[in-house]
């Protein structure tokens, strides 16, 4: 029997600290979609997400009322566009159709206008990547991604300077909203297959029909526990995030499987993220601060992070039948108000953020840098995160916004769960010669690790 | 799962006359048993947990949820029903 302490405690986590389930994520095939006529591929494409997806956010919305933790969104990841548009000359049609499926289904996001190029690129990638600005100017709810290398492939460094092209030309294509296009676009290192979380989500060739996983949150829980043992040595630290994220981890795995009992559809995973949003009070940074760094970004920074990443996970993974997805704590500038605080006083920079994602659970995410940035900087920050996820067999990733017009010290505007971003400078040296090489970088030595 | 059919309601906020008559006259109103109550007031601040049966309703969970948000309002109370398992899963193994 549970006790009125637990009953009272659960609803503090959600009313005062903010627990809740960030997402249901459905992932969908579009295999059996494939053809070689644009119109017909479209339409049905169109047609099976809305067929799949036609009872997702009224599920999710039972659940949410019925056990009363909030579901902030529902989504849908599909099949990497570039592997089922092989045979037709141009993708923009789909992109239309998965904006006008989501919308039609009444989801939040939905992610998979997706490219899988670690190792080479088809045609059909190729013209992915370079419709992305168009794809993601003329849509709403759609994100993107492209996965540019990997542990066992390398780095395919003709992709790295194509996905750089595609964020400039996306961020003036999105001028009029400070580049907001490029918060919906993701370029990976070690892409998962079942993450559920946006912008980077996609449904891998390696999944099933259908599945539906959960992202859960909750940093506002675990800097509340943290606040009961200030000053005790990082043994006790440990313990106690590991603790609270299996609650929060629980609560994840219970909306699942309701889920997946609910829509007839097989549980794929639950991500066990602490995953930020610009509230007060639901902040990943503030969680590092708890620690005892006077701002997030100082020296001791990247240690507090990597305990906090690995303790989440060794908590969460006990209370959940499948963990998958980015699982960890997520990073990002804008969607963080410790994060934002951070950036904005200059404790926290590029660099420093840079060291941070050896140990996150991505990458370098919705940062804000200088519009007049060069395509070659950002494709070479795009090649450091990736030689960090290569080495270190992780996912990383780079979201990153160059703000046109903006200038260092000025802020971009997304709202809602995107919040606010300082912009923060990049190094003005160019990489120019370096990105312009092309060609791929080897696979790294898996032994010999020093 | 024997606990599937049960439901915690919560009432919080100032205590007045009448909060436990009103609400358990609602739950009387759609032949709802209750099987534990507990409450506590803290600096006036009213706490009330109540674990209902669930097992033989005569209106849907959304109905019941409904008429209790409506007595919350009226009463200017928070009153909440969710299903027993949130509970269970953040707080057993």
């Known amino acids: ?450 | 799962m024997a606990s599937a059919k049960k439901a915690v309601v919560t009432v919080l906020g100032f205590d007045r006359k009448g909060i436990i008559a009103q609400v358990s006259h609602v739950l009387f109103e759609r032949d709802i048993n209750i099987l534990d109550i507990s409450q506590t007031i803290l600096d006036g601040y009213f706490n009330m947990v109540m674990v209902v049966d669930l097992s033989t309703p005569t209106c849907t969970f959304d109905v019941l949820q409904k008429d209790l948000n409506d007595l919350g309002k009226a009463l200017g109370l928070q009153i909440r029903i969710q299903k027993n398992e949130i509970f269970e899963a953040m707080h057993q193994v």
């Open chain 1, 1 to 450: 029997m549970i006790n009125t302490n637990e009953i009272l405690e659960t609803l503090r986590m959600i009313d005062q600290e903010k627990l809740d389930v960030r997402t249901i994520t459905m992932g969908i095939s579009l295999f059996n979609c494939v053809c070689d006529d644009e119109k017909r591929l479209a339409s049905r494409v169109y047609n099976r997400i809305v067929r799949q997806a036609e009872h997702l956010v009224k599920t999710g919305e039972e659940i949410e009322r019925e056990f009363g933790v909030p579901i902030v969104n529902k989504r849908i990841s599909v099949t990497p566009i570039s592997l089922i548009t092989g045979a037709v000359s141009d993708p923009l049609p789909i992109a239309r159709a998965l904006d006008q499926a989501a919308k039609e289904t009444g989801v939040d996001f939905i992610g998979g206008y997706s490219a899988l190029v670690q190792k080479g690129m088809t045609a059909a990638d190729r013209r992915l990547i370079e419709s992305i600005p168009q794809a993601l100017s003329e849509t709403d709810v759609m994100c993107s991604s492209v996965n540019v290398a990997s542990t066992k492939a390398g780095i395919d460094m003709d992709a790295v300077r194509l996905c750089g092209l595609a964020i400039k030309e996306l961020a003036e294509k999105t001028r009029d909203r400070d580049g907001f296009g490029c918060a919906k676009l993701v370029i990976f290192a070690n892409a998962v297959e079942d993450n559920p979380f946006m912008a980077g989500a996609f449904f891998g060739p390696g999944e099933g029909d259908c599945a539906v996983s959960v992202g859960v949150s909750g940093p506002g829980v675990v800097k509340r526990a943290l606040e009961h043992v200030k000053g005790a040595p990082f043994d006790v630290v440990a313990e106690t995030i590991k603790k609270t994220a299996f609650r929060i981890t629980r609560v994840g795995q219970l909306v699942a499987q309701e889920a997946s009992r609910r829509l007839n559809v097989p549980f794929g995973i639950v991500d066990l993220s602490l995953a930020p949003t610009p509230a007060v009070g639901d902040s990943v940074a503030h969680i590092l601060e708890e620690m005892g760094l006077e701002k997030c970004g100082t020296h001791g920074t990247t240690a507090a992070l990597a305990l906090l990443n690995d303790a989440v996970k060794k908590g969460g993974v006990m209370a959940s039948s499948h963990v998958g997805g980015l699982s960890g704590a997520f990073i990002p500038v804008s969607e963080d108000i410790g994060m934002i605080e951070a950036a904005a006083c200059g404790a926290l920079t590029l660099d420093k953020l840079e060291a941070m994602t050896c140990v996150c659970s991505v990458g370098l995410d919705m940062i804000a840098v200088p519009g007049d940035t060069p395509a070659s900087t950002i494709s070479a920050i795009i090649a450091d995160e990736a030689a960090i996820g290569m080495i270190n067999t992780k996912t990383t990733a780079v979201r990153i916004i160059p703000a046109p017009g903006k200038k260092v010290g000025d802020f971009v505007e997304f709202g809602g769960l995107l919040g606010r971003a300082p912009v923060i400078p990049v190094h003005p040296f160019a990489s120019d010669d370096f990105i312009a090489r092309g060609g791929r970088i080897p696979a790294p030595l898996n032994s010999l690790k020093n």
